[in-house]
């Protein structure tokens, strides 16, 4: 299976600052054929199930504000908030679905808390 | 609107069995493809299994495979998830899972119902 790591474990920033989630995987889960790196990022609140955020690296889902982008590639991915709000406090995940057949696993997970 | 309901979760004693459902809407069932995700307690997502949208193939995370069977009814838009010889270790929030393009299997989930809780325990 696809190892899935993150860094940090969690952060706390204030308002109005970047925050910089890391995520690599143990092997690369870019298909040539298609040129997409299968990998995705989702945001979880307390008490609710995870919010898709970004796929294919660095498509933003319907409904995402533009604060929130992906960059990377092959094995290195980023998630940057480019400057955190108050309900961006959450834990988010980043979770790569190449394997084939199917086998999908998620990064351990950053905490993100205000400072 | 897309919405997914989970239910049968519940207290079940080490090597039981449970079935979880899970009652889809809003969109065209038969076209997605549906997992099931959980997460224990203070700890991370884990992906346990998924369904091709018409129903063909299934695949299974390491840790259930041979004890969880996943099975889906297109007619009735319902996702389900049989669970066997249950451990300690399967206690968890369970979530299904909606991937986000039709006829693909190797996609992410755009939505996920609220979970429905299975605790493994003597």
């Known amino acids: 299976d696809i190892v899935m790591t993150q860094s940090p474990d969690s952060l706390a920033v204030s308002l109005g600052e970047r925050v910089t989630i890391n995520c690599k995987s143990s092997?690369?889960?870019?298909?040539?054929?298609?040129?997409?790196?299968?990998l995705a990022w989702y945001q979880q609140k307390p008490g609710q199930p995870p919010k898709l955020l970004i796929y294919?690296?660095?498509t933003r889902e319907s409904g995402v504000p533009d604060r929130f982008s992906g960059s990377g590639s092959g094995t290195d991915f980023t998630l940057t908030i480019s400057s955190l709000q108050a309900e961006d406090v959450a834990v988010y995940y980043c979770?790569?679905?190449?394997?084939?057949?199917?086998?999908?696993?998620f990064g351990g997970g950053t905490k993100v808390e205000l400072k | 609107e897309v919405q997914l309901v989970e239910s049968g979760g519940g207290l079940v004693q080490p090597g039981g069995s449970l079935r979880l459902s899970c009652t889809a809407s809003g969109f065209t069932f038969s076209n997605y493809a549906m997992s099931w995700v959980r997460q224990a307690p203070g700890k991370g997502q884990e992906w346990v299994s998924l369904?091709?949208?018409?129903?063909?193939?299934?695949y299974y995370a390491d840790s259930v495979k041979g004890r969880f069977t996943i099975s889906r009814d297109n007619s009735k838009n319902m996702l389900y998830l049989q669970m066997d010889s249950l451990r300690a270790e399967d206690t968890a929030v369970y979530y299904c899972?909606?991937?986000?393009?039709?006829?693909?299997?190797?996609?992410?989930?755009?939505?996920w119902g609220q979970g429905t809780l299975v605790t493994v325990s003597s």
């Open positions: 899972a909606k991937g986000n393009l039709a006829n693909l299997a190797r996609v992410p989930f755009d939505y």
């Open positions: 092997q690369s889960v870019f298909f040539s054929s298609n040129s997409k790196n299968y």
């Open positions: 369904i091709k949208g018409s129903g063909d193939s299934t």
């Open positions: 979770q790569q679905y190449y394997s084939n057949p199917p086998a999908l696993t």
């Open positions: 294919w690296a660095s």
